[in-house]
């Protein structure tokens, strides 16, 4: 193509990973699909070990109940997302919302992160639980972060 062609992708998919991803094929297009992208509703899918998930209901507060039914109980974990203590580390490190009372420091740096998640599926046997997770933002690594607090 002529110099002025090329793809910008719009996003980052984490690996391992799957999903769609977008590329702009002009400024123009990405600078429109950038705009679309802050107001769509993400909703992420993610498989567990059936080990981790007594755990992160643990670590979690249940915010709707259908009687006993964990299948249709929806729950929410927050914490605050934090550069790693070693700076050579490029990922973060999630910090509990009730051990930073007093932590004034840490509020300025973060912002207040939550993960709404209900099962979505799980086998009798076997060692994976399929999850549906709903962001209030859209941190980098927030539910890898999140999640691995468990």
Not at 20 to 40: C, E, H, N, P
Request: hydrophobic share 35%; aromatic share 6%.
């Amino acid at each position: 193509g002529t110099q002025g062609q090329f793809l910008l992708t719009m996003h980052r998919l984490d690996q391992p990973c799957t999903g769609v991803l977008f590329l702009g094929k002009t400024t123009k297009a990405a600078s429109r699909i950038q705009s679309k992208w802050q107001d769509l509703h993400k909703i992420y899918h993610c498989v567990i070990y059936r080990d981790n998930l007594s755990n992160l209901m643990q670590a979690s507060v249940p915010t709707s109940r259908d009687g006993n039914n964990v299948a249709m109980m929806e729950y929410e974990i927050s914490g605050m997302l934090l550069p790693h203590k070693n700076p050579r580390q490029k990922t973060v490190r999630m910090v509990a919302e009730s051990s930073i009372d007093g932590r004034e420091k840490i509020k300025e740096q973060s912002k207040l992160c939550r993960l709404k998640w209900k099962v979505l599926k799980q086998s009798k046997k076997g060692p994976f639980v399929m999850i549906q997770v709903e962001t209030n933002l859209g941190r980098r690594h927030m539910i890898r972060a999140l999640l691995g607090q468990v």
